[in-house]
């Protein structure tokens, strides 16, 4: 075999195993629909030994009016970042580190999903400024309401978005 053969061999395995590589880490992205079904499990799983008053506000957030989003969003990213913001908001709130455990690698997922010109565009920066806004309905709520925060805390153990993806 010669030195051009032994070469040609080399740049195909390598190739073939960006290949392999490529689509093996495209499988360990979570789908937008698999976030989603989390984040209505999450918040569901929430009103657990809480007020009627707080399952009423969630299910308010359940149903997340999409039609007045901006044209960039598709409603299932849309009303992901909302209920991750909501997620986040009764984390902060009961003393969870929310950046850390929530909004950082939901921001970090967000990103696998965008493409890499606009890892820090307008995009991106929508979707930072919708999460908030989805943590200041809570905060508003959180104004003229109680949670348990022992029994929030118990409802979040393992299931912030770090936690599961």
């Known amino acids: ?12 395995f390598t190739l073939l195993a960006l290949v392999l590589s490529s689509c093996a880490n495209n499988e360990d992205i ?21 007020s009627t008053d707080f399952e009423t506000f969630i299910e308010s957030v359940l149903m997340t009016d999409t039609t007045d989003i901006p044209k960039t969003f598709e409603a299932l990213d ?5 209920k991750t913001g909501t997620i986040s908001s009764f984390a902060e709130h009961c003393g969870l580190d929310y950046d850390k455990n929530n909004f950082d690698p939901m921001m970090y ?57």
């Open 109 to 165: 997922w967000q990103r696998q999903h965008l493409p890499e010109s606009e890892h820090s565009g307008e995009k991106i920066s929508m979707i930072g400024f919708f999460h908030g806004y989805g943590m200041g309905k809570v905060d508003n709520w959180l104004k003229e309401n109680e949670v348990d925060c022992s029994a929030m805390r118990a409802s979040l153990k393992g299931q912030l978005f770090k936690d599961k993806f």
């Open 78 to 82: 849309f009303t992901i970042v909302i």
């Open 30 to 50: 979570p789908s937008k629909q698999t976030v989603h079904d989390w984040s209505e499990t999450t918040l569901k799983g929430m009103t657990a030994n809480q």
């Open 1 to 12: 075999m010669t030195i051009i053969s032994k070469f040609h061999l080399l740049t195909i």
